[in-house]
T-cell receptor, first 107, second 115 residues
Framework: KNEVEQSPQNLTAQEGEFITINCSYS?????LHWLQQHPGGGIVSLFM?????KKHGRLIATINIQEKHSSLHITASHPRDSAVYIC?????????WGAGTKLIIKP | DAGVIQSPRHEVTEMGQEVTLRCKPI?????LFWYRQTMMRGLELLIY????????DSGMPEDRFSAKMPNASFSTLKIQPSEPRDSAVYFC?????????????FGEGSRLTVL
């Protein structure tokens, strides 16, 4: 069993829809990262959080430490949000990566 | 700051050749990470440095791979001899610290194709 599980693996939605991507982990962590990778490859850190909730523009990330679960939400989704979203957890000074969620937003 | 800078962006080489990938971390960051990304295996940590010292190289796949960080502003990842299965995108990332303060900043990656 992977230590970091993301769902769904693939998600296609219409422009404007509210998007939720989930991440569950099985180890005790010091922080959780959400990253975005666009076609063409560059990786950008979106959030790093260890408790509660963070918001940046249309993106919201939440984490529940007790349930070992985090969600990434995108409000008013847009085709430019199409990318792979990756969850990674900091554990014992290592980063454990989820497999990523491929998101496609259709106009 | 210009961010993490990697070179080359693309490299195509023949099996058996030596490949050297380069990385300049963000100034002041004391952690540097080398990752490899393939379709089959996703993102894998190869090695990371703290204050120019290699801390964990357990992800380095074979003796053909080596990494150095001669100073705080430069690191190299070398593959010698290269093989087709080394074809991947290699990312360098830096951070101020691992753990809760350790937000990662990635370079744009070096796409390696070994024929």
């Amino acid at each position: 069993k992977n230590e970091v599980e993301q769902s769904p693996q693939n998600l296609t939605a219409q422009e404007g829809e509210f998007i939720t991507i989930n991440c569950s982990y099985s180890v005790g962590i010091s922080a959780l990262h959400w990253l975005q990778q666009h076609p063409g490859g560059g990786i950008v850190s979106l959030f790093m959080l260890s408790s509660g909730k963070k918001k940046h523009g249309r993106l919201i990330a939440t984490i529940n430490i007790q349930e070992k679960h985090s969600s990434l939400h995108i409000t008013a989704s847009h085709p430019r949000d199409s990318a792979v979203y990756i969850c990674a957890v900091s554990y014992n000074y290592q980063l454990i990566w989820g497999a990523g969620t491929k998101l496609i937003i259709k106009p | 700051d210009a961010g993490v800078i990697q070179s080359p962006r693309h490299e195509v080489t023949e099996m058996g050749q030596e490949v050297t990938l380069r990385c300049k971390p963000i100034s002041g960051h004391d952690y540097l990470f080398w990752y490899r990304q393939t379709m089959m295996r996703g993102l894998e940590l190869l090695i990371y440095f703290n204050n120019n010292v290699p801390i964990d190289d357990s992800g380095m796949p074979e003796d053909r791979f080596s990494a150095k960080m001669p100073n705080a502003s430069f690191s190299t990842l070398k593959i010698q001899p290269s093989e087709p299965r080394d074809s991947a995108v290699y990312f360098c990332a830096s951070s101020l610290a691992t753990g809760p303060a350790g937000e990662l900043f990635f370079g744009e990656g070096s796409r390696l194709t070994v024929l």
